[in-house]
């Protein structure tokens, strides 16, 4: 899972299952929630968002969950392939504001 | 070009050199940030530039640190008198609107001060 330190969490599953990534986030106030996709030597590309009027999205193979009681966020991936190998990272923006809080990441690596 | 561009993509530096690090935001992004990434840790939130407004800079870690934005859309990044522990990714991104969160990142300038 997500976790704010040294170390990037880390994450296996094998191709095909189901992947699930979590993320706890800091500020109660915030009201809007993205996740972010970062391979190797590029920039993180956006994946899905979500508000905090919302429990759940769905997009392309992936759902974010959010629970605002527990600030917790997951996002998961339906039938993980290769190319799902990236770090994911979380983020928050409170109160629309200009600053993106980011997570450390964690990193999914898709065994074939 | 279609995306955010970044250069150089790589730099290495001696301690206290001065280095600047450009960013093309994507034509018609009005909003501009800039965040660094140190090895297997998150983004750092830098420096924000939206419209005409005065910049938000309180992610700056220093006064050697600076940033500007000129006619709204290319971005300089400036550390003076750089520091090992100012080895980073150094990431720029655009987006078209504020607080929509989809920025549209480059692929980062890697700084290696030795």
């Known amino acids: 899972g997500e976790s704010v330190g040294l170390h990037l969490p880390t994450l296996s599953v094998q191709e095909g299952d189901n992947s699930i990534i979590n993320c706890a986030y800091s500020?109660?106030?915030?009201?809007?929630f993205i996740w972010y996709k970062q391979e190797s030597g590029k920039g993180p590309q956006f994946i899905i968002d979500?508000?905090?009027?919302?429990d759940k999205r769905q997009g392309q193979r992936v759902t974010v969950l959010l629970n605002k009681t527990v600030k917790h966020l997951s996002l998961q991936i339906a039938a993980t392939q290769p190319g799902d190998s990236a770090v994911y990272f979380c983020a928050e923006n409170p109160n629309n504001n200009n600053d993106m809080r980011f997570g450390a990441g964690t990193r999914l690596t898709v065994k074939p | 070009g279609a995306g955010v561009s970044q250069s150089p993509s790589n730099k290495v530096t001696e301690k206290g050199k001065d280095v600047e690090l450009r960013c093309d935001p994507i034509?018609?992004?009005?909003?501009l940030y800039w965040y660094r990434q140190s090895l297997g840790q998150g983004l750092e939130f830098l420096i924000y530039?939206?419209?005409?407004?005065?910049?938000?800079k309180s992610g700056l870690p220093s006064d050697r640190f600076s940033a500007e934005r000129t006619g709204g859309s290319v971005s300089t990044l400036t550390i003076q008198r750089t520091q090992q522990e100012d080895s980073a990714v150094y990431l720029c991104?655009?987006?078209?609107?504020?607080?929509?969160?989809?920025?549209?990142f480059g692929e980062g300038s890697r700084l290696t001060v030795l």
């Open positions: 500020n109660s106030a915030s009201d809007y």
């Open positions: 991104a655009s987006t078209p609107m504020v607080g929509t969160g989809e920025l549209f």
């Open positions: 530039f939206q419209g005409n407004s005065a910049p938000d």
């Open positions: 979500i508000r905090s009027n919302m």
């Open positions: 034509s018609g992004h009005t909003a």
